[in-house]
């Protein structure tokens, strides 16, 4: 179960948004704020639609979540980890990217048997 509140789809569409002419290679990167929060919210919506504790998904330097069901581990390194770039991670939130295609251009680290995002992406479409 999460532990935070998931955010609204209007403030995940907000923040999100603010990223969009970036992300499509219209403009240049977006203030490092306006980026935390997309990435942040976009992982706490994932956090929130798959909730356990069996896979770790990184996106340094702004967050990580643990989400979808399964064994729970107590103790050192998770042994499910997702790790990627803030802009791979908000293409895949929004379904710009797909995940066999991040994971086949290693724009994704995925490590363990249910490292597995598909089932859960995109959190939203534009």
Known sequence: MPTRKPPTPAELRTAVAA????LHGEADQPPRPTLATAVRLSLRT????????TVEV????FAAVQCIEGPRHTRGTPPNIVE???????ELATGLLDW?????????????????LAPHLPLLRY
Not at 46 to 53: I, N, V, W
Not at 58 to 61: E, H, N, Q
Not at 100 to 116: H, K, W, Y
């Open 19 to 22: 990223t969009l002419p970036w």
């Open 100 to 116: 066999p295609t991040a994971l086949a251009e290693s724009r994704v680290s995925a490590s363990g048997a249910r490292a597995d």
């Open 46 to 53: 994932l956090e929130s639609d798959a909730p356990g504790h």
């Open 84 to 90: 990627t770039d803030p802009r791979t991670w908000l």
């Open 58 to 61: 990184r996106v340094p330097p």
